[in-house]
């Protein structure tokens, strides 16, 4: 079914994005830090699998870097019984995955690899050049994406033997009208879960020295890619849209008394600690149809202030030439370069209902590929032409947005059920 397809896709999606790390430029101090750290030795014993000291300096090099930390030990010291956590579930994942007789093949890998240049704006082969100016070891790399990888299928699996039904998406539908007019949250998150390898202070420490980077200035999204146990960490924590009653009463709960741009935290629930980032606010709509939207070609000419009619009879005449030359937003974006209108261009994913009056009349009765007449608007002269329409969603392309919503979620829970069952069942020996 097509459907199931569409439900890997969104898994694999998801762990391409847990990996990506948004670099910035060496820091040679980090570098200085991690050498005077000794590299030799065991970190940690993982089921009879060892964690290198090696391998939790690389990582906490890579993490560093990739979130924006300071680079001193201070905060190496905080950060490192996280970071050897992250480290510990990795290799969970590999050896459930390997029990399984899954693997990533190096194609994998290296589609994995572009997937993040190109997610980044990077140039092939930066990444790699990246972390050797960071001396960062490329197996560093190479390990976190192999465990999202891997365990991207093994929750796959899980969710194709379980699947979304039509009736679990009529229920989810039904309840989302049945909050029409009740308040949502636009939310970002960072989710700690309880240390199950100890007596859970560190993870409560960290959660707590979340909070203080982010009150002092810290983005929010790159730490919640870096340290977040959620799949929402891919999107920076984004949640999207919820309701209070979506969530652990403990979250939920916390919403409602928060203003755009607060952080409530740390914020203790059913399965461990959380930070919350209220980002906007709104009254739900229900299942409104999407708008229609429109991509356009304008070519603007200024016009003096209190321009004379002589001067907008010009900017209408020249307007016009073109406009009746161009059958296409290609040629009109060339008419209008070699007219020399440089405030001219592309306007992608336009609401008309965004537009004012006069412009969203003159482009409502358009066809695709025709030129508007000119209109004075903004300090100017202005001719639009509609490049494409996008009609609102139909039934089925509403329903499989439903299906991907539930998929999501099924897939968190999938996941952390599996992950607290290798944890509770493992021999983990930190040195």
Same mark, same amino acid.
Request: charged share 25%; with cysteine.
């Given at each position: 079914?097509?459907?199931?397809?569409?439900?890997?896709?969104v898994?694999?999606?998801?762990?391409?994005?847990?990996?990506?790390?948004?670099v910035?430029?060496? $820091?040679?101090?980090?570098?200085?830090?991690?050498?005077?750290?000794?590299?030799?030795? $065991?970190?940690a014993?993982?089921? =009879?699998?060892?964690?290198?000291?090696?391998d939790?300096?690389?990582?906490?090099?890579?993490?560093?870097v =990739?979130?924006?930390?300071?680079?001193?030990?201070?905060?190496?010291?905080r950060?490192?019984p996280?970071v050897l956590?992250?480290?510990?579930e990795?290799n969970?994942?590999?050896q459930?995955a390997?029990n399984?007789?899954v693997?990533?093949?190096?194609?994998e890998?290296?589609?994995?690899?572009?997937?993040?240049?190109?997610?980044?704006?990077?140039?092939?082969?930066?990444?790699?050049?990246?972390?050797k100016e960071?001396?960062?070891?490329?197996?560093?790399?190479d390990?976190?994406?192999?465990?999202?990888?891997?365990w991207?299928?093994?929750?796959?699996?899980q969710?194709?033997?379980?699947?979304?039904?039509?009736?679990?998406?009529d229920?989810r539908?039904?309840?989302?009208e049945?909050?029409?007019?009740?308040?949502e949250?636009?939310?970002?998150e960072?989710?700690?879960?309880?240390?199950?390898?100890?007596?859970?202070g560190d993870?409560n420490?960290? $959660?707590?020295?979340?909070?203080?980077?982010i009150r002092g200035g810290?983005?929010f999204?790159?730490?919640?890619?870096?340290?977040?146990?959620?799949?929402?960490s891919?999107?920076?924590g984004?949640?999207g849209?919820?309701?209070?009653?979506?969530?652990?009463?403990?979250?939920?709960?916390?919403?409602?008394?928060?203003?755009?741009?607060?952080i *409530?935290?740390?914020?203790?629930?059913?399965?461990?600690?959380?930070?919350?980032?209220?980002?906007?606010?709104?009254?739900?709509?229900?299942?409104a149809?999407?708008p229609?939207?429109?991509?356009?070609?304008?070519?603007?000419?200024?016009l003096?202030?209190?321009?004379?009619?002589?001067a907008?009879d010009s900017?209408?005449?020249s307007?016009?030439?073109?406009?009746?030359a161009?059958s296409?937003?290609?040629?009109?974006?060339e008419?209008?370069?070699e007219?020399?209108?440089?405030?001219?261009g592309?306007?992608?994913?336009v609401?008309? =209902?965004?537009l004012?009056?006069?412009?969203?009349g *003159?482009?409502e009765n358009?066809?695709?590929?025709?030129?508007s007449?000119?209109?004075?608007?903004?300090g100017?002269?202005?001719?639009?032409?509609?490049?494409?329409?996008?009609s609102?969603?139909?039934?089925?392309?509403?329903?499989q947005?439903?299906?991907?919503?539930?998929?999501r979620?099924?897939?968190?829970?999938?996941?952390?059920?599996l992950?607290?069952?290798?944890?509770?069942?493992?021999?983990i020996?930190?040195r």
């Amino acid at each position: 079914m097509t459907r199931i397809h569409c439900e890997h896709r969104v898994l694999v999606q998801t762990a391409l994005l847990t990996a990506i790390i948004f670099v910035l430029p060496p $820091i040679t101090d980090a570098a200085k830090v991690a050498a005077q750290s000794r590299l030799t030795g $065991i970190a940690a014993v993982v089921n =009879s699998d060892p964690v290198t000291r090696r391998d939790l300096e690389m990582r906490l090099r890579m993490v560093i870097v =990739s979130s924006g930390l300071p680079p001193d030990q201070s905060t190496i010291r905080r950060i490192r019984p996280q970071v050897l956590r992250n480290l510990i579930e990795d290799n969970l994942k590999l050896q459930e995955a390997k029990n399984r007789n899954v693997s990533v093949s190096p194609v994998e890998l290296g589609a994995a690899m572009s997937e993040i240049e190109r997610r980044n704006g990077m140039r092939p082969g930066r990444m790699l050049q990246l972390l050797k100016e960071n001396k960062i070891d490329r197996a560093t790399l190479d390990t976190q994406l192999s465990a999202d990888l891997s365990w991207a299928k093994l929750v796959g699996a899980q969710i194709r033997r379980s699947s979304i039904t039509e009736e679990m998406i009529d229920e989810r539908i039904s309840r989302i009208e049945s909050g029409k007019g009740k308040p949502e949250f636009l939310v970002s998150e960072i989710f700690v879960p309880f240390d199950l390898g100890g007596s859970g202070g560190d993870a409560n420490k960290l $959660i707590a020295d979340l909070v203080g980077q982010i009150r002092g200035g810290a983005d929010f999204g790159s730490l919640a890619r870096t340290f977040s146990q959620s799949t929402s960490s891919a999107q920076g924590g984004n949640l999207g849209w919820v309701r209070a009653e979506q969530l652990d009463p403990a979250i939920g709960t916390a919403l409602p008394g928060m203003k755009t741009g607060d952080i *409530a935290g740390p914020i203790r629930a059913a399965d461990g600690f959380y930070i919350l980032q209220l980002r906007n606010r709104r009254v739900s709509r229900g299942l409104a149809a999407d708008p229609v939207t429109v991509e356009l070609q304008q070519v603007f000419l200024p016009l003096p202030p209190n321009p004379s009619q002589s001067a907008i009879d010009s900017a209408r005449a020249s307007l016009n030439r073109i406009g009746s030359a161009a059958s296409s937003c290609t040629e009109l974006d060339e008419q209008g370069k070699e007219l020399g209108a440089p405030q001219s261009g592309r306007l992608s994913n336009v609401n008309p =209902s965004s537009l004012e009056a006069q412009i969203r009349g *003159a482009i409502e009765n358009l066809r695709t590929g025709q030129a508007s007449q000119p209109i004075q608007s903004g300090g100017g002269m202005v001719l639009l032409m509609v490049c494409d329409r996008q009609s609102p969603s139909s039934e089925e392309e509403l329903r499989q947005r439903v299906a991907a919503e539930l998929t999501r979620e099924r897939a968190e829970l999938i996941s952390r059920r599996l992950l607290r069952n290798l944890w509770r069942q493992a021999v983990i020996d930190p040195r």
